[in-house]
């Protein structure tokens, strides 16, 4: 299967974010152009439907969800380069009827595999999971979540993990609890099933990004793992450079580390502090990500579909601050060079 094999060599995914008119309303020329962004920029998927798109997309009344998911799935095949295919992930939340249905709905718009998120199953336990997740999978493959607590998630231990890395059709798990003791839950689960070498590892933790790319993880006798890619929200803005820091970290697998990429590392965990608002317990980080892409010309405001989410006290001259004293990490020629192409 392709979309195994591309998974399992690594990609850059941004979680795609939701373009709207200041009537909060789906902006599909901006959205379009988002999307061609993130392919030009040389992203090998895209996740969308996700938390950074907004999860409210997926209430009934919204009347966004299939709009949103039809939209991207139709400019991503419009604009790929001829003989290249994107991984399209669609996100997938709440109980199990509205789960498996949104997987149908996935599968009908043409998307490769589904990002999973348990948030709406807080007190269910292991084993009520593990048949929420097989019955996704009998639908769609899957891509495991661990959505860090903070913004909605559930605390997920090795047990679960252990469990759900026997699942036939999980084919790659986003790690994302921000959270150093839980993604070692994790890495150390997939280790112990066997199946490391089928089921790919994509860092989510925007707080680590670097190092997690970077880092081998050694567990006993089993064989040695690492996450291969990451699907994040920090890479929905700034992208271009997200591709070369990819490849970068990439090639210094089994190196020494040098005092360079340490930096590095510790650059992106402090310009996403800022853009994810960390200091305020993630409350701006939709509006944060938007707020550098109306900055880039990419958005044509910060607006979010519940008026009540915007950034966070000082955060705006936090992300100036940022922008300012690591202007390598941005993308803005780039940006500038190619914007009206994308926006035509």
Not at 235 to 251: E, G, N, P
Not at 317 to 338: G, M, Q, W
């Amino acid at each position: 299967m392709w979309v195994r094999r591309a998974l399992r060599k690594g990609l850059v995914i941004p979680a795609h974010p939701l373009a709207l008119t200041a009537q909060r309303r789906l902006d599909e020329r901006r959205q379009r152009a988002l999307t061609r962004y993130y392919l030009d920029a040389g992203a090998g998927g895209l996740a969308i439907g996700v938390h950074t798109t907004q999860f409210a997309i997926h209430e009934p009344g919204s009347g966004l969800l299939e709009p949103v998911l039809r939209l991207g799935i139709e400019t991503a095949r419009e604009w790929q380069r001829k003989g290249k295919r994107s991984v399209m992930i669609a996100g997938v939340i709440g109980k199990a009827r509205q789960a498996v249905g949104e997987a149908r709905l996935a599968r009908d718009c043409g998307y490769d595999v589904v990002l999973l998120s348990l948030a709406a199953l807080p007190t269910a336990s292991d084993s009520a999971l593990i048949a929420h997740a097989r019955a996704v999978a009998d639908e769609m493959p899957v891509m495991g979540f661990y959505l860090q607590p903070a913004v909605g998630g559930r605390v997920l231990g090795y047990d679960f993990w252990r469990r759900f890395a026997e699942i036939e059709d999980v084919v790659a798990i986003k790690i994302a609890p921000f959270d150093r003791y839980a993604t070692l839950d994790v890495l150390r689960a997939v280790a112990d099933s066997g199946r490391a070498n089928e089921i790919a590892l994509y860092t989510g933790n925007d707080d680590h990004i670097v190092l997690d790319l970077m880092t081998t993880h050694r567990f006993g006798s089993a064989p040695p793992i690492r996450m291969v890619g990451g699907l994040l929200g920090h890479w929905a803005f700034w992208t271009r450079t997200a591709v070369a820091m990819h490849r970068t970290c990439v090639r210094a697998r089994g190196s020494a580390v040098s005092s360079r990429l340490l930096t590095l590392a510790a650059q992106v965990t402090g310009a996403n502090a800022a853009v994810f608002d960390a200091a305020n317990g993630f409350r701006g980080c939709i509006p944060g990500i938007h707020e550098v892409l109306r900055r880039q010309g990419l958005f044509a405001g910060r607006w979010c579909l519940d008026a009540k989410e915007e950034l966070s006290a000082g955060q705006a001259s936090d992300i100036d601050r940022v922008c300012r004293v690591y202007p390598h990490l941005a993308d803005d020629e780039f940006v500038r060079k190619h914007l009206d192409h994308w926006l035509r």
